[in-house]
């Protein structure tokens, strides 16, 4: 659930979830204890197990080295079973966990390929992409950019986003395969050294995967170097101090698990916002043992991730329970999605489901 986990697109997302799904039907491969099977079957009892598919994640990383995951297990009877994969979508989708990490704008494609009806139930990381250009650049927002080339490492994702944008403020149309602009996708790590040398205008970027060039003032970030939420807060939110929308990373379910398995399912969030807790008070501490996790490659590296995470941007979020206020702040942005045409009309807003703090 960290940087690395959004490196692949949604195309190879959907290639890699029909290949699990064709393996489980050719192997006869049992799935999970509380999995379901269509969109009305009825879940299994988890038995205090809960099977969970996220990328390599330097919170639970901690959690796990300080014994912290380990005594709340023992105290609460309920044990989490991870699984380590950059295509969680895919495991997910096969039947192969109870809950996944995701990006909210990600959830009615989950339950189109599943044809199963899911729930978000926690939050964890908000969206912290920015939009830069080359240092002699003199475009000062995305509408100057019509007809750029822009760099980006998904045609999907944080992509979506800043299409949202460039819908809103300029009516153009930010998108792979025509549109307005020239969208090039690559590798997040790749994507600043494409600006620097002048093979892309613009590029949008995360700035841990990003941090020789913006260290160095070879690109510089538009919007005072304001990412996706901030920007969301700013100009689309009922509350502007909330930083937390949209989500990149939300803790989804299928809806009949959740009902099904309230403890666990509470327990998860419970363990997971303890953790947030561990970030707010260690945070340093927590990118010096899991730099990679940071695409901190050295002291000065890490030093530059610390100093944007304490006076930029935090992408963590101080809790992980969701209340209503916050459950409609999100779900306005499918209606800005719609809006751009990123999501049609008829698709139905994500199932939200508050669990209560315990």
Known sequence: MNASRILRSNSRRLIATSAVLALAAASGCGARPGATSGENAEAKDANGVVNMVMAPDPVWKWMESQGIKQEMEEAANIQILTSSSWDEFGVYAGGHADVVSAASYEVPELEKQTGEKTTIFGKFNSDRSILAVGKDSTAKDICELKGKKIVTHSAVSITIMWGVFAK???????????????????????????????????????????????????????????????????????????????????????????????????????????????????????????????????????????????????????????????????????????????????????????????
């Open 168 to 358: 809103k403020w300029c009516n153009l149309d930010l998108r792979a395969g025509g549109g307005d602009y020239e969208l090039v996708v690559t590798d997040p790590q790749n994507a600043a050294g494409l600006i620097q040398r002048g093979d892309a205008d613009a590029g949008l970027l995360l700035p841990d995967f990003s941090i020789p060039q913006l260290s160095s003032g070879a690109i510089k970030p538009l919007y005072d170097s304001k990412s996706v939420s901030q920007i969301y807060a700013e100009q689309f939110s009922d509350d502007k101090t909330e930083l937390t929308h949209p989500q990149n990373n939300v803790f989804v379910a299928r809806k009949a698990w959740v009902d099904k398995n309230p403890e666990e399912a509470a327990f998860l969030i419970k363990i997971w916002d303890r953790g947030v807790q561990e970030w707010a008070k260690n945070r340093d501490k927590i990118i010096e043992a899991y730099p990679e996790d940071f695409a901190a490659e050295s002291d000065k590296d890490k030093a530059f991730i610390r100093d944007w995470l304490a006076n930029k941007y935090d992408w963590f979020v101080e809790s992980t329970y969701l209340d209503q206020a916050w459950v409609d702040s999100e779900t306005k942005l499918f209606n800005l999605m719609k809006e751009a045409g990123y999501v049609a009309s008829d698709v139905p807003d994500p199932n939200f489901t508050i669990l209560p703090k315990s």
